[in-house]
């Protein structure tokens, strides 16, 4: 596949997605690395592995199960993507936001994004949980923009707004969740960095000093595609580990750890989601 996507190529994949279940979604929800148990608690569901799904890019990360489920959650239908693909697998930002483009076809008006992400934040511990306020998408400054080529203006502007790129109205909702369910929940701006290293710490030094409280590897490029498709977006970050500027002499950091406590803040982070679809039916 030619890593310059078309409408006619996300159209195929909506095509067999519509085939393959009765259902249409009105919210999509993506699960970062160790979240995907969160898709367990859909009733009615329909499973499809991502690559019986054309075009769709099948994540090589342990920890992305590689499937979409469509079923019921709170009174929605909701689409969830049970792992992603990531700009470091060697999949083009295109190739790696294609899911977004897909959802956007099947008729998705709102997008819940979660992540694991590395605390910057001196405030921050392993387990918490962060709403991102905003990001600072370090590959597409670079010129890795899932919006390069040409623009398909059925599909959105060729110059989108960005001023909110993360909903304003669905942030007040997980506030009010999270006071509800006695959820500490932080905000701040997430940093994208195209990995797979992690940061050293000179780089975590650089972030910091330009506004960042988490790092991770995702989730930037799938939201500059959803606010191009006009789809409101609300995200999330759980803390993993933590990214220390100074950190203690033998420290080493794992993507096993990182797995290992995104299991542990599954239960809050499900109980927050929840409470934020309880309140989007209201």
């Known amino acids: 596949m030619s890593d310059l996507l ?10 067999y997605i519509a085939r393959y279940t009765s259902q249409r979604p009105t919210i999509g929800l993506v699960l970062g690395s160790g979240l995907s148990s969160l898709a367990d608690t859909l009733t009615n569901a329909d499973k499809i592995p991502y690559d019986q799904i054309p075009g769709w890019p099948v994540s090589t990360v342990h920890g992305h199960q590689g499937q979409l489920v469509i079923g019921a959650l709170e009174g929605h239908t909701v689409a969830v993507l049970q792992g992603r693909s990531h700009f470091y697998e060697g999949y083009s930002p295109q190739q790696i936001t294609f899911p977004i483009r897909v959802l956007q076809l099947l008729g998705i008006k709102t997008l819940i994004v979660t992540n694991a992400a590395g605390g910057m934040n001196p405030a921050f511990k392993p387990g918490d949980l962060m709403l991102i306020r905003d990001h600072v998408n370090f590959p597409a400054m670079a010129g890795f923009s899932p919006l390069r080529g040409p623009n398909d203006d059925s599909l959105g502007a060729r110059f989108p707004d960005m001023t ?12 009010n969740a999270a006071a509800e369910h006695d959820i500490p929940l932080h905000e701040g701006v997430y940093t994208c960095v195209s990995g797979p290293s992690y940061e050293t710490p000179a780089e975590l030094r650089f972030l910091r000093t330009i506004g960042g409280d988490a790092v991770g590897m995702s989730t930037a490029p799938e939201v500059v595609v959803a606010r191009h498709a006009l789809i409101e977006v609300l995200g999330i970050s759980t803390i993993t580990n933590l990214a220390l500027p100074d950190p203690p002499p033998g420290t080493l950091l794992s993507h096993e750890e990182v797995i290992a406590m995104g ?10 989601i929840l409470a934020v679809l309880r309140r989007l039916s209201a």
Request: proline share 6%; net charge positive.
């Open 6 to 15: 078309t409408r006619a190529d996300y159209t195929a994949a909506a095509n």
């Open 164 to 175: 909110e790129p993360y909903s304003a109205r669905l942030r007040q909702l997980a506030r």
């Open 263 to 272: 299991k542990l803040v599954i239960p809050r982070l499900t109980t927050l």
